[in-house]
Antibody
Framework: QVQLQQSGPGLVKPSQTLSLTCAIS??????????WDWIRQSPSRGLEWLGR?????????EYALSVRSRITITPDTSRNQFSLQLDSVTPEDTALYHC?????????WGQGTLVTVSS | QSALTQPASVSGSPGQSITISCTGT?????????VSWYQHYPGKAPKVMIY???NRPSGVSNRFSGSKSGNTASLTISGLQTEDEADYYC??????????FGTGTKVSVL
């Protein structure tokens, strides 16, 4: 059974970079059938899919249009994890962030990290 | 890549059936079988109830069913129970822009 363990700071200053990591156990970030996603939720926006990475003989990346200019998702095969980097954050990026595994649907989720953007 | 459109709220009495719609476009819902539905309690991780339009994961009650017609997917909950009160979201694969969530529907059991 896969487990996803998130880590990263809960407070980020405006204009700085939000960085979160999702450690995978019970599966591989290099799986040829799964994708590895980041999602966030907030009272104002509900659930918002941010992006994902997946490996099919090479690495692929897909990002939501709303954050495409600011987001980077990076797989780390040596540590079997993947990370989220969101640049130039504003208070509107305050949300509960989740990592998840996908098979065309999101079947397993991390515990969530509340990230507040505030000075 | 606009959010898929769902009704803000749907309500029903115990034992009744309700249906939640999820309307997209020919670029997302209308062109993929990667449509899934999630039961969500705020602050918690969502739980998949239906995947690939109409498939139910093991452990999910058979009172939950999914379908799709054109650009609109639907989730039906039959035999409504108080424990079904939650927010429900659809999500669809869009191809070039990854996934997109619906706007969410609050289900109330009267």
């Amino acid at each position: 059974q896969v487990q996803l363990q998130q880590s990263g700071p809960g407070l980020v200053k405006p204009s700085q970079t939000l960085s979160l990591t999702c450690a995978i156990s019970g599966d591989s970030v290099s799986s040829n059938s799964a994708g590895w996603d980041w999602i966030r939720q907030s009272p104002s926006r509900g659930l918002e899919w941010l992006g994902r990475t997946y490996y099919r003989s090479r690495w692929y990346y897909e990002y939501a249009l709303s954050v495409r200019s600011r987001i980077t998702i990076t797989p780390d095969t040596s540590r079997n994890q993947f990370s989220l980097q969101l640049d130039s954050v504003t208070p509107e990026d305050t949300a509960l962030y989740h990592c998840a595994r996908d098979f065309g649907y999101l079947d397993s989720w991390g515990q969530g990290t509340l990230v507040t953007v505030s000075s | 890549q606009s959010a898929l459109t769902q009704p803000a709220s749907v309500s029903g009495s115990p034992g009744q059936s309700i249906t939640i719609s999820c309307t997209g476009t020919s670029s997302d819902v209308g062109t993929t079988n990667y449509v899934s539905w999630y039961q969500h309690y705020p602050g918690k991780a969502p739980k998949v109830m239906i995947y690939h339009v109409s498939n139910r994961p093991s452990g999910v009650s058979n009172r939950f069913s999914g379908s799709k017609s054109g650009n609109t997917a639907s989730l039906t909950i039959s035999g409504l129970q108080t424990e079904d009160e939650a927010d429900y979201y659809c999500i669809s694969y869009t191809g070039s822009s990854g996934f997109v969530f619906g706007t969410g529907t609050k289900v109330s059991v009267l």
